[in-house]
C-alpha cells in the first residue's frame, strides 16, 4: 500500500476583523492578500472573486486553493497579520471542501481562471432578456 498524499482543499473564506475604529474592512483584507501572495511558493492559490466582472466591487471572501496544510496555514498567518495591526478580534467564516475521487489539478491557478470564466458566463446570462 503507498502512503496517501496530502488532500487537496477548495475554501472560501471571509476574515471578519470585530471592534475595529472603523467600518471600513479594506486595509485588512489588503494585509491578508499580501499573505497570501507570499505563500505562492507554497501552493497556495487565491482569488477575491468579483461581484460583478466590469468592477472593482468584490463580493465578501476569499477564494483559496491548495494543500490542505497550507490552507490551514495561510487562515493562521492572515489572523496573525491582522492581530499584528492591533486587532483584538476576529472572527472567520471558512467553507472548505476536500476530495479523494479525482487527482488534484496540475494548476489551481487555471482551475480559479476556470471558475472567472463560469462567473462572466453565468452573469452574461443573467443580463440577457
Known amino acids: 500500500m ?9 475554501a472560501t473564506d471571509a476574515v471578519i476583523p470585530m471592534g ?3 467600518t471600513s474592512v479594506g486595509t485588512y483584507i489588503a494585509e491578508c492578500q499580501r499573505v497570501l501572495a507570499s505563500m505562492a511558493n507554497e501552493g497556495i492559490h487565491y482569488e477575491v472573486p468579483s461581484v460583478r466582472p466590469d468592477t472593482n466591487v468584490s463580493g ?6 491548495g494543500p490542505i496544510s497550507a ?3 495561510a487562515l493562521q498567518r492572515c489572523h496573525e497579520a491582522v492581530h499584528a495591526m492591533g486587532v483584538e478580534r476576529i472572527a472567520t ?6 476530495r479523494t475521487d479525482s487527482q488534484a489539478p496540475t494548476s489551481a491557478a487555471s482551475t480559479l481562471t ?5 462567473r462572466e ?3 452574461r446570462r443573467l443580463n440577457d432578456p
Open 60 to 65: 465578501y471572501g476569499t477564494n483559496l486553493e
Open 93 to 98: 467564516d471558512i467553507r472548505l471542501g476536500t
Open 2 to 10: 503507498t502512503a496517501p498524499t496530502e488532500l487537496y482543499a477548495v
Open 121 to 123: 458566463s453565468v452573469l
Open 20 to 22: 475595529t475604529p472603523t
Open 114 to 118: 476556470e471558475n472567472q470564466r463560469k
Open 71 to 73: 490552507v490551514w496555514r
